[in-house]
T-cell receptor, first 110, second 116 residues
Framework: GQNIDQPTEMTATEGAIVQINCTYQTSGFNGLFWYQQHAGEAPTFLSYNVLDGLEEKGRFSSFLSRSKGYSYLLLKELQMKDSASYLCAVRDRDTDKLIFGTGTRLQVFP | DTEVTQTPKHLVMGMTNKKSLKCEQHMGHRAMYWYKQKAKKPPELMFVYSYEKLSINESVPSRFSPECPNSSLLNLHLHALQPEDSALYLC???????????????FGDGTRLSIL
């Protein structure tokens, strides 16, 4: 079976750093993806990890530990426009399906 | 703007109507997906097409009927829907299902569907 957990809500201040955690339990693993979704809009692909370690893309970084079933998304120099939901999704190795977590709603305050 | 285009953006229909949602991508992607998303919930997979053939149907009721006329187009035909079917319907595509390399799915902006 599949189980993906993320915090439901987080708040942070403009200019700060925030880390959004994701833990997963899957029968087969073939990559972990992070998406950003603003209210009423499409999910936008941010990053993915298939091997252990840190992937950096500008203000966003994502980390994966396959042995621990753990990932995090790190957002630096927060901006008001970063207020959105952040979805962690795991690709199942056997079915190729993308299984989404419930998402973390981030609010950035001035 | 996304590279996956969905029309219409909004749709209101009665329970006896027949309508279709359309999705188009010109990125040469060979896998296309339909998802349903309710408010404050993650997207739920409905259908997957791989090389224009239906490869996954997540036990979706028959009142939803997908169609893939060619590699760039994906339709979702709707008939006799229920009020609980009101949701955001998202289309997505990814590069090549045969590739072992992990590829992200790219989403369209969705169609917000309301059933009266």
């Amino acid at each position: 079976g599949q189980n993906i957990d993320q915090p439901t809500e987080m708040t942070a201040t403009e200019g700060a750093i925030v880390q959004i955690n994701c833990t997963y339990q899957t029968s087969g693993f073939n990559g972990l993806f992070w998406y950003q979704q603003h209210a009423g809009e499409a999910p936008t692909f941010l990053s993915y990890n298939v091997l252990d370690g840190l992937e950096e893309k500008g203000r966003f970084s994502s980390f994966l530990s396959r042995s621990k079933g753990y990932s995090y998304l790190l957002l630096k120099e927060l901006q008001m426009k970063d207020s959105a939901s952040y979805l962690c999704a795991v690709r199942d190795r056997d079915t190729d399906k993308l299984i989404f977590g419930t998402g973390t709603r981030l609010q950035v305050f001035p | 703007d996304t590279e996956v285009t969905q029309t219409p953006k909004h749709l209101v229909m009665g329970m006896t109507n027949k309508k279709s949602l359309k999705c188009e991508q010109h990125m040469g992607h060979r896998a296309m997906y339909w998802y349903k998303q309710k408010a404050k919930k993650p997207p739920e997979l409905m259908f997957v097409y791989s090389y224009e053939k239906l490869s996954i149907n997540e036990s979706v009721p028959s009142r939803f009927s997908p169609e893939c006329p060619n590699s760039s187009l994906l339709n979702l035909h709707l008939h006799a829907l229920q009020p609980e079917d009101s949701a955001l319907y998202l289309c997505a595509s990814s590069q090549d299902p045969a590739e072992t390399r992990v590829q992200p799915q790219h989403f369209g902006d969705g169609t917000r569907l309301s059933i009266l």
